[in-house]
């Protein structure tokens, strides 16, 4: 038997539960006529989610029928809506644009939805299954009158599996694409993750890892394309397109050529022979997802060429096919010496490719990071994301919480990726914001948009948390209206999982909207990140990465913390942003107290616009994160009679978890720094020495 969680957000009981009530449904749901291709793809997908979730939400199983025609449902009194069913058949529609509209005549009712082409009709079915399962009574759907597309073109997950089933980053069981070297192309979990992923506007996906090992470059082979072809039609058939991590020196690691120098014609011609194997295989291939020249992958550099003739390698052989390729900008040297004071991790991206703006093909679209790190708990906006006007870009965030509790402490991240998008770089003057960046409104870029890395496996709630799936809906959601609020989105997604009425959806909403600053306030102070173990990255190690090859972070000593990234005294990386940003960060007055550490070296009494002191605030918030976790048990627990037992236990053994590692970040952080700074807390709590 299924989890609770298997089916997430899409419908799986009764929502309409008193028989009154679902027979005031019934004549607006009981009877459909569908117009359109139903027989395969999204239009297919758009008729079983239709049926299927009315009769999962309402117990209701309509009667229907069929004919050709343009993407169009209409359900309810269907005599009724011939006229309003004319002018929205009419309406011009983007591909993936739809609305949906409600009326009546007298007592009777109807719905209609219509969209751009079958995947636009997709998305209304599942718009409309928002609403229901989210708690919509007939009344309230009187009127309805919208139009909905996508602000991002491309909204991109990113899976980080590896072909012998493991997952890399993955803190939710293995792959449920690859086992034993082979794909598993016939899995029903596959499909039910299309599912998932289309029921939030996801449009593409790229199916394995990124550090791609020598099995997963066997995926663009003869061997394994029918396989990935298989994949293809699964995830086609809900309007996602597929894409492939490429190994830069694949030529190489198959055996086939002794080089992999961009500039060489054999090369060259190697991979536009490939690309054509692989459209022929895979006629939707939506291109290949690249990780070359960073931390220790084989890329261009090998041959003394630059990230533009790699990238414009790969773009060259699958542009005669309308192929991307997706270049991720996730450079730096991470074989430092940490007794190098002017190298600065931070800079890396910009510094790499900024200088090569106009130098890339049309269809190189670069990947960028949300911050200039690795998807710290906090960290500035990347200032190279905008800042290539003549170059395609989409913003990565990751979904998967490798820094932010890994699945284990709840962090909703919504509200950090809404800071992100939300941020004004200045850079065409103001409103150059990244959310109107991304979307391809600052700058004429021909492809644009968001993408993130995948957070689901095999666990049977598919996230291992339960409340983690908050993160895989909200970055859908955000990626396809950045102007949703994270209050939106959370209330969302909680009605949906727990009952649109209950008491644990209101709870749930409220413990996510703070669960970003609680993670925070026992983790990383004042944009302070990696205080980690290496590699492992989730338990407390405050000088794990601050002596290594990967880079140093805080720099403490007995006079104070932090890292001087200004522009006369430290690495400049604060000079990379427009001067309306620059005078922000580069300024000890006027850098926000959250991103003080990041931007800043100071001492232990420097005061903070709260008006405490640096280490005061140190104290203070980690007994303040554990507190906070600690009062979430004793709520959730009151909920037990309200939430079913199987999800009940979990999420308390969750929680459970992150107090126990909420108390430890807490004293560890705190006797660190008490040790470092001989200050002691002015509340006289017990902080170790």
Not at 136 to 152: F, I, K, Q, V, W
Not at 204 to 222: D, M, W, Y
């Amino acid at each position: 038997m299924r989890s609770k969680g298997y089916q997430g957000w899409l419908p799986d009981e009764r929502r309409i539960e008193d028989e009154a009530n679902a027979a005031a449904w019934r004549p607006l749901l009981g009877r459909v006529r569908a117009e359109g291709n139903f027989s395969e793809g999204p239009g297919a997908s758009a008729l079983h989610e239709w049926t299927e979730g009315v009769l999962a939400l309402a117990g209701i199983r309509a009667e229907l029928t069929t004919s050709a025609g343009p993407s169009v449902l209409v359900a309810g009194s269907i005599e009724s809506a011939a006229s309003d069913a004319d002018e929205l058949k009419a309406l011009p529609l983007a591909e993936e644009a739809y609305a949906i509209r409600s009326g009546g005549r007298g007592g009777e009712r109807y719905l209609i939805l219509r969209g751009g082409s079958e995947r636009g009709l997709l998305q209304a079915v599942f718009h409309l299954l928002r609403l229901l399962g989210s708690g919509a009574s007939p009344e309230s759907l009187d009127g309805l009158d919208l139009t909905e597309s996508p602000r991002n073109a491309l909204r991109m997950i990113d899976q980080w599996d590896n072909m012998d089933g493991s997952v890399e980053r993955g803190y939710s069981g293995g792959s449920i694409l690859y086992r034993d070297n082979r794909v598993l192309p016939e899995s029903e979990r596959i499909r039910d993750y299309a599912r998932l992923l289309a029921s939030v506007g996801i449009n593409a996906i790229s199916v394995n890892n990124v550090n791609v090992h020598r099995e997963e470059t066997k995926l663009i082979t003869s061997a394994l394309l029918p396989d990935v072809a298989r994949l293809a039609d699964i995830f086609g058939s809900y309007g996602i397109r597929l894409f492939l991590s490429a190994n830069y020196a694949a030529p190489l690691e198959l055996g086939e050529l002794d080089t992999a120098d961009p500039l060489d014609e054999g090369v060259r011609s190697w991979w536009r022979s490939k690309a054509e194997e692989i459209y022929a295989a895979v006629p939707e291939f939506g291109g290949f997802v690249v990780k070359a020249d960073s931390e220790n992958r084989p890329g261009p550099f090998t041959y003394g060429r630059d990230h533009a003739d790699g990238a414009n390698m790969l773009a060259e052989a699958l542009e005669p096919f309308g192929g991307l390729v997706m270049w991720r900008c996730f450079v730096y040297d991470c074989h430092q010496d940490w007794r190098d004071r002017s190298t600065d991790r931070a800079r890396a991206a910009y510094d790499h490719f900024r200088p090569l703006d106009e130098r890339f093909k049309d269809n190189v679209v670069l990947q960028i990071k949300n911050g200039p790190m690795d998807f710290q708990v906090r960290e500035p906006v990347s200032p190279l994301f905008g800042a290539m006007p003549h170059t395609n870009q989409v913003m990565e965030f990751q979904i998967a919480q490798e820094y932010t509790g890994q699945q284990r402490d709840v962090c909703f991240l919504v509200p950090q990726w809404k800071r992100s998008l939300d941020f004004d770089t200045h850079l065409q003057g103001p409103g150059s914001t990244v959310k109107a960046i991304a979307a391809g409104e600052v700058h004429p870029f021909k492809h644009s948009g968001i993408a993130a890395v995948s957070n689901i496996g095999s666990d049977d709630n598919w996230t291992g948390h339960h409340l983690a799936q908050a993160n895989l809906f909200g970055f859908g959601r955000l990626a396809w209206n950045p102007e949703l609020t994270a209050e939106e989105i959370a209330d969302e997604w909680s009605r949906l999982t727990f009952g649109p009425s209950s008491r644990a959806a209101s709870f749930v909403k409220e413990l996510l909207l703070e669960s970003w600053p609680v993670y925070e306030s026992y983790t990383a102070p004042l944009g302070v990140g990696w205080m980690v173990q290496p590699h492992y990255h989730y338990a407390v190690d405050v000088d794990g990465y601050e002596y290594s090859k990967w880079g140093t972070y805080h720099f403490s000593d007995h006079a104070g913390l932090g890292v001087d990234r200004t522009v006369l005294t430290g690495t400049g990386y604060a000079g990379q942003y427009a001067p309306e940003n620059r005078e922000v960060y580069d300024s000890l007055e006027n850098c926000p107290d959250e991103l003080l550490l990041f931007f800043h070296h100071v001492p232990y009494t420097h005061v903070l616009k709260s008006g405490k002191t640096v280490i005061q605030h140190i104290y203070d918030s980690r007994f303040d994160g554990a507190e906070k976790v600690e009062n979430w048990i004793a709520r959730w627990r009151e909920l037990e009679s309200g939430v079913d037992a199987q999800r009940f236990a979990h999420i308390l053994e969750r929680l459970s978890g992150q107090l126990k590692n909420a108390r430890q970040w807490r004293d560890v952080v705190n006797t660190y720094f008490y040790r470092k700074s001989g200050i002691p807390d002015e509340r006289e709590r017990p902080v170790y020495a």
